[in-house]
């Protein structure tokens, strides 16, 4: 099996990881146009061989794991080259563009559009780990887009790595992903932002902060490379949540103000049925 | 070593579970309106005895881990029945008001305004764990109005179950932990609405939300009736915290609708110096 990873961080560099421990047969090529994260891979042992585009013809899977902006140009690059078995994939947080972009490609039936919900805050080579995709959910897009041969083949990889499949067309995905991933990052960073202005006139605010803080903030660490170009292609719907999320918190704010806190205690213990609700994603 | 622990729940709990731990010699007596509560802490080995208020005459120590607005009532009452080597802590979130509470009680030198920063979304008597306290910190207000011995011997406590000291007046206490605690808990609680009023429309949401949202919305777990009194005694702060953070997402919402994303990365570039200070944290 010869696996291309096209981006070596997080996301490609866990899931070539995980291609290594099922299918010892495999050669794993990275392509990256950053050197340095080439020779790291290489050392760390996340790929076999460094590669380039053009040699994907013979490629069992493509795996395109750069930021979403990227893949707008590459996933058809890798198409152009692709051989009439290989599979191409991406894992963008966003699904209607990529889509849009390959829709007329001749080989769009090499492709097909994949959200692998996976992650931590940490990115590069180094932050490629084994196990990451175990009981995580894969969102397919346009599934019926894919030939038939080849979906067939991508999602036994998919489900051998340990993920769940969903289908969604990628309108309904770019919408809800802005509830339950794009919005969380928005808080967090904005999160972030408000104590470190604070603490630039109140030292030692930091020397106070507990687990609850460290959890609320943890995705203010993501890297901004990939992120801006996510929230700009899916700005409509990351422009609704942040409207929705401020009108919550403006909200409550008043309620504060107005010494309401019958109604602060109901707002709070009706939002913590999140406990069954996440306890359900953990089946 | 007689320990007295009113309100039996994660943050006393785990206080005396340590304590028994360090000291075997000890007894600890449990003080609980509910009943249920008592019976559980006895059943897990939490508490050694039931008891009440009016017998602490004889306790080396007195954790008052109830919410807040309860604190002022209780903490005045154990006050009253303690004896002259008594020691009584609070450990709530607010420290202004139960520091005035106490100002003129002819016993206000067996008091000590305590804040152990750590804690789980979880409550109630199973929620205590041992080892929580280990390399956190706690906040020490007014320590110039405990009697010298008493510090001593409560300073001698925190420490050995793992705790680093720091001092502060109460107001600044109070206006820094709006930042770094109260602040966090709101905005999480707001993003849980935003999402699970998302959720009655659009079914399936939560299967697409990964670890991070799962991160962010953790704190939204917590107990209505702990938080909401935390709220009510320290508003004026937690408006403000809540006026800027809300100022940061609307600036953030409107670089988005401006397009302006070189912006929108430095936003979040420079929000990620949060690695280093959560770093510096673990310390």
């Known amino acids: 099996m010869k696996v291309y990873v096209v981006g070596i961080g997080l996301i490609g560099g866990s899931m070539v990881l995980d291609i290594k421990g099922l299918y010892p047969e495999a050669t794993v090529y990275g392509v990256d146009l950053n050197e340095d994260h080439v020779a790291e891979a290489l050392?760390?042992?996340?790929i076999d061989q460094a590669a380039?585009?053009?040699?994907?013809?013979?490629?069992?899977?493509?795996?395109?794991s750069v930021p979403v902006d990227v893949a707008m140009k590459v996933v058809p690059q890798v198409l152009d080259y692709a051989g009439e078995e290989t599979i191409v994939f991406d894992v963008g947080s966003t699904k209607s563009p990529i889509c849009e972009a390959v829709a007329n490609h001749p080989k769009r039936r090499n492709f097909i559009a994949a959200h692998p919900i996976a992650g931590t805050e940490f990115s590069g080579p180094s932050a490629a780990i084994t196990g990451l995709y175990q009981g995580k959910t894969n969102i397919i897009c346009e599934v019926e887009k894919t030939a038939f041969k080849?979906?067939?083949?991508?999602?036994?990889?998919?489900?051998?790595?340990?993920?769940r499949i969903r289908y969604m067309d990628p309108k309904s995905h770019d919408k809800h992903i802005a509830y339950v991933s794009h919005l969380s990052h928005i808080s967090s960073f904005m999160l972030g932002k408000t104590v470190i202005e604070k603490e630039k006139i109140e030292q030692d605010i930091f020397d106070m902060a507990g687990s609850g803080f460290e959890s609320t903030v943890r995705l203010?660490?993501?890297?901004?490379?990939?992120?801006?170009?996510?929230?700009?292609?899916?700005?409509?719907?990351?422009?609704?949540?942040?409207?929705?999320?401020?009108?919550?918190?403006?909200?409550?704010?008043?309620?504060?103000?107005?010494?309401?806190?019958?109604?602060?205690?109901?707002?709070?213990?009706?939002?913590?049925?999140?406990?069954?609700?996440?306890?359900?994603?953990?089946?």
């Open 43 to 46: 050392k760390l042992g996340v």
């Open 52 to 64: 380039k585009l053009e040699e994907v013809v013979n490629a069992d899977f493509v795996i395109v």
């Open 150 to 163: 080849l979906q067939e083949r991508a999602l036994d990889l998919f489900r051998a790595i340990g993920m």
């Open 220 to 283: 203010a660490k993501s890297s901004p490379a990939m992120w801006t170009p996510i929230f700009k292609q899916n700005k409509e719907q990351v422009v609704e949540t942040l409207e929705e999320y401020i009108s919550n918190l403006t909200q409550f704010k008043e309620l504060l103000q107005d010494d309401n806190y019958d109604a602060i205690y109901d707002e709070m213990q009706s939002v913590n049925k999140i406990k069954v609700i996440l306890n359900g994603l953990k089946k």
